[in-house]
């Protein structure tokens, strides 16, 4: 008689699933709450120590590691020497496993949650046997998930047995298990010791879809999630209409949720091409959408949009006069979910907009990655320093903070200029400084007048102060630090701008 070891945390489909074993001729092994549950099922089933002559002990932590378990997983079944060992000390073949493990994941994920209760769902029995029958699985069926139930039991009933290749799929599986498992605990462990850079970095996803294509057509791509993302990501996102999202749809998406986080007043982010082409505030959220709008009626055609409040009536009938690739918000009204839904083409997602908790930027070189800490830092305006005789007028320095917030969102070399409400022109992703300001100016146009700049980096010579006062600005915010600052100073001077330095750094590659 076949036997099977059946031991989850996961008891969904376990009682069909085991019944059926029991018909196709399997003796079934269990421990613990399974056990417990098969038998109330009316199977029969074998205890553990009944395997074992051995008590489960130390609070269930010593139960299947043992020799009568892990040899029977273990044996070659090509090997006579093995056959000769196995019989000698009366141990019996485990032909298949079914195991899945302690809920480390969603134990560490509720709220107050103390060290001894994450220790305490951290599995070894499980993963040994799983690793086990894995490594064995010329002979042993494992099973981790129960989505493979079904085809597994095909194979029985069809050929007695199941296939090689089959066998060799649910292995793989199995190791990305407990790999994960293990980078899991890993990561909560070396966190808690408050290491920042391991030498060893274990990262785990999970498969949150597949895409028809990557950046362009000719390349494959997935999304795959954070086991414990948080609320405010793009992972946790309800989508309420629209065609399932693409790989560039969410790196634009992703970009303007970091931007749209940064204000407590109603705002709204319009986004291209992972730089933001619009962003506004208001009193409400359709005088904020407007005011995106209007920074930049042309590139917000096809765009992503994000917002910090519901999407009422008079935002939606806005959004729908123009093509929008995607507008997400926290929330969307009645009225408002009738009229955007009417448009085939738009995504609409809901979602928490917050900073939510710290994370790093992962990014992929040849042969390695790049981590780094993202740059959530949080400046303090009160240790500005005014470099120019000429200090901001209030209204000048609400509108420079609010370009401060915006510039470090956009590609370097990076200009921003705008008002205390909106952005005018924004000038990303240029080779030199001043030809990203030529670009802010131009498409601010005749509204440059009286408006303020942001530069994400330093000034490294005072061309770009001069553009901007021919242009009509009048305040900049910038990090200082060149050895040419004064050369910046003395032409804000010559043109009476004000001008402050922040001492933090904006690039953005």
Same mark, same amino acid.
């Given at each position: 008689?076949?036997?099977?070891?059946?031991?989850?945390?996961?008891?969904?489909?376990?009682?069909?699933?085991?019944?059926?074993?029991?018909?196709?001729?399997?003796?079934?092994?269990?421990?613990?709450?399974?056990?417990?549950?098969?038998?109330?099922?009316?199977?029969?089933?074998?205890?553990?120590?009944?395997?074992?002559?051995?008590?489960?002990?130390?609070?269930?932590?010593?139960?299947?590691?043992?020799?009568?378990?892990?040899?029977?997983?273990?044996?070659?079944?090509?090997?006579?020497?093995?056959?000769?060992?196995?019989?000698?000390?009366?141990?019996?073949?485990?032909?298949?496993?079914?195991?899945?493990?302690?809920?480390?994941?969603?134990?560490?994920?509720?709220?107050?949650?103390?060290?001894?209760?994450?220790?305490?769902?951290?599995?070894?029995?499980?993963?040994?046997?799983?690793?086990?029958?894995?490594?064995?699985?010329?002979?042993?069926?494992?099973?981790?998930?129960?989505?493979?139930?079904?085809?597994?039991?095909?194979?029985?009933?069809?050929?007695?047995?199941?296939?090689?290749?089959?066998?060799?799929?649910?292995?793989?599986?199995?190791?990305?298990?407990?790999?994960?498992?293990?980078?899991?605990?890993?990561?909560?462990?070396?966190?808690?010791?408050?290491?920042?850079?391991?030498?060893?970095?274990?990262?785990?996803?999970?498969?949150?879809?597949?895409?028809?294509?990557?950046?362009?057509?000719?390349?494959?791509?997935?999304?795959?999630?954070?086991?414990?993302?948080?609320?405010?990501?793009?992972?946790?996102?309800?989508?309420?209409?629209?065609?399932?999202?693409?790989?560039?749809?969410?790196?634009?998406?992703?970009?303007?949720? /970091? !931007? @749209?986080?940064?204000? $407590?007043?109603? *705002?709204? =982010?319009?986004?291209?091409?992972?730089?933001?082409? +619009? %962003? &506004?505030?208001?009193?409400?959220?359709?005088?904020?959408?407007?005011?995106?709008?209007?920074?930049?009626?042309?590139?917000?055609?096809?765009?992503?949009?994000?917002?910090?409040?519901?999407?009422?009536?008079?935002?939606?009938?806005?959004?729908?006069?123009?093509?929008?690739?995607?507008?997400?918000?926290?929330?969307?009204?009645?009225?408002?979910?009738?009229?955007?839904?009417?448009?085939?083409?738009?995504?609409?997602?809901?979602?928490?907009?917050?900073?939510?908790?710290?994370?790093?930027?992962?990014?992929?070189?040849?042969?390695?990655?790049?981590?780094?800490?993202?740059?959530?830092?949080?400046?303090?305006?009160?240790?500005?320093?005014?470099?120019?005789?000429?200090?901001?007028?209030?209204?000048?320095?609400?509108?420079?903070?609010?370009?401060? /917030? !915006? @510039?470090?969102?956009? $590609?370097?070399? *990076?200009? =921003?200029?705008?008002?205390?409400?909106?952005?005018? +022109? %924004? &000038?990303?992703?240029?080779?030199?400084?001043?030809?990203?300001?030529?670009?802010?100016?131009?498409?601010?146009?005749?509204?440059?007048?009286?408006?303020?700049?942001?530069?994400?980096?330093?000034?490294?010579?005072?061309?770009?102060?001069?553009?901007?006062?021919?242009?009509?600005?009048?305040?900049?915010?910038?990090?200082?630090?060149?050895?040419?600052?004064?050369?910046?100073?003395?032409?804000?001077?010559?043109?009476?701008?004000?001008?402050?330095?922040?001492?933090?750094?904006?690039?953005?590659?």
């Amino acid at each position: 008689m076949k036997r099977a070891l059946i031991s989850v945390s996961d008891k969904t489909g376990i009682v069909d699933f085991t019944r059926e074993l029991i018909s196709l001729g399997y003796e079934i092994i269990s421990t613990g709450g399974t056990k417990r549950a098969l038998l109330d099922a009316g199977l029969p089933v074998m205890g553990i120590e009944e395997v074992t002559e051995f008590p489960e002990m130390l609070d269930g932590r010593v139960k299947t590691l043992h020799p009568m378990i892990h040899g029977g997983l273990l044996f070659r079944r090509d090997l006579p020497e093995h056959g000769k060992q196995i019989e000698a000390h009366g141990i019996q073949p485990i032909d298949l496993v079914c195991v899945n493990l302690y809920p480390f994941q969603e134990t560490i994920a509720k709220t107050g949650v103390t060290l001894d209760e994450a220790i305490e769902n951290i599995d070894i029995g499980g993963p040994s046997m799983l690793r086990s029958a894995a490594k064995n699985y010329a002979a042993v069926t494992v099973l981790v998930d129960a989505a493979d139930y079904g085809a597994v039991l095909t194979e029985l009933r069809e050929a007695g047995d199941t296939k090689r290749e089959t066998r060799e799929k649910l292995a793989a599986k199995v190791f990305r298990h407990t790999a994960a498992y293990d980078a899991l605990i890993a990561s909560y462990l070396t966190e808690l010791s408050g290491e920042a850079f391991p030498e060893k970095l274990t990262l785990t996803y999970n498969l949150q879809s597949e895409m028809r294509y990557g950046e362009n057509p000719h390349q494959q791509a997935a999304f795959y999630a954070e086991p414990l993302a948080d609320a405010a990501s793009l992972a946790k996102a309800k989508q309420l209409h629209g065609k399932v999202l693409s790989y560039n749809n969410i790196r634009d998406a992703d970009a303007a949720l /970091k !931007i @749209v986080a940064e204000f $407590k007043q109603p *705002a709204a =982010v319009a986004v291209k091409h992972m730089n933001p082409c +619009g %962003i &506004g505030t208001g009193n409400s959220i359709e005088e904020a959408f407007q005011k995106a709008f209007e920074a930049d009626e042309t590139s917000i055609f096809g765009g992503i949009i994000a917002l910090n409040r519901e999407v009422n009536r008079e935002a939606a009938l806005k959004m729908s006069e123009i093509f929008l690739e995607i507008v997400i918000a926290p929330s969307f009204s009645k009225e408002a979910l009738e009229i955007l839904t009417k448009k085939k083409n738009i995504r609409l997602l809901e979602l928490e907009i917050s900073s939510g908790a710290r994370y790093h930027d992962v990014t992929s070189v040849r042969g390695g990655l790049l981590v780094q800490d993202c740059n959530t830092f949080l400046e303090d305006s009160e240790s500005y320093e005014v470099m120019t005789d000429r200090a901001p007028t209030d209204e000048e320095l609400e509108a420079l903070l609010f370009q401060w /917030k !915006i @510039v470090k969102h956009v $590609k370097s070399n *990076a200009i =921003v200029v705008g008002n205390a409400k909106m952005t005018l +022109g %924004i &000038g990303a992703g240029q080779m030199n400084r001043i030809g990203a300001a030529e670009i802010a100016f131009r498409q601010a146009g005749e509204k440059a007048a009286g408006a303020v700049l942001a530069s994400d980096a330093f000034f490294p010579m005072d061309d770009t102060v001069e553009a901007a006062a021919k242009a009509g600005i009048r305040a900049i915010i910038q990090p200082g630090g060149s050895i040419k600052d004064q050369a910046s100073i003395d032409m804000a001077n010559k043109y009476g701008l004000a001008m402050i330095k922040t001492n933090v750094r904006h690039f953005k590659h």
